[in-house]
């Protein structure tokens, strides 16, 4: 049996789970790498403001869907965390599924930062041995033009660094 190449183990996940991939930052290119099977997968959160300029310390919470905290992380200049690493069902399992069984890890983030409106993430996948890309544009608090202060999204984008 042929191995899969990354591409082609890409393209199924995103078949799978039908993600739309997000246009790459040239600012996180620095972060490609190969990831052994490990049962692991990566994470970077980007967070700009709505005319996509970086957030500098925007505060970075990722919880399991349980909710326990594991990550409490600041953006850099560039808008963007540390890359950070999850558990995740290892790659073997998840080329073919078995019926009701999740191929990827699920986790939580919020995203917080002065004069901004909090951005709750719910259920955002990552893939063993993948370095996913989470990216965030945050609302000015004064242009959403209401008292909440927060906004709840169940969708999610991911990208794959080349």
Same mark, same amino acid.
């Given at each position: ?10 393209? *199924? ?12 930052? @040239? ?40 909710? *326990? ?22 790659? @073997? ?58 906004? @709840? ?10």
């Amino acid at each position: 049996m042929r191995e899969k190449s990354f591409e082609e183990y890409l393209n *199924e996940m995103k078949a799978m789970i039908k993600a739309k991939p997000v246009v790459q930052n @040239e600012v996180i290119k620095e972060a490609v790498r190969e990831l052994p099977n490990d049962g692991m997968g990566s994470l970077i959160v980007v967070v700009n403001s709505a005319e996509d300029r970086p957030l500098k310390g925007a505060n970075v919470i990722i919880k399991d869907t349980s909710g *326990e905290m594991l990550y409490n992380l600041s953006t850099d200049q560039s808008g963007k965390t540390m890359t950070v690493k999850l558990p995740a069902p290892i790659r @073997e399992e998840s080329l073919i599924p078995e019926e009701g069984v999740r191929v990827y890890g699920l986790y939580d983030i919020t995203v917080s930062a002065p004069n901004f409106v909090t951005e709750n993430l719910k259920n955002v996948p990552v893939f063993d041995s993948v370095v996913s890309i989470q990216q965030l544009r945050l609302l000015w608090l004064p242009a959403a033009n209401s008292s909440n202060t927060e906004i @709840e999204d169940n969708s999610y984008t991911l990208s794959k660094q080349e």
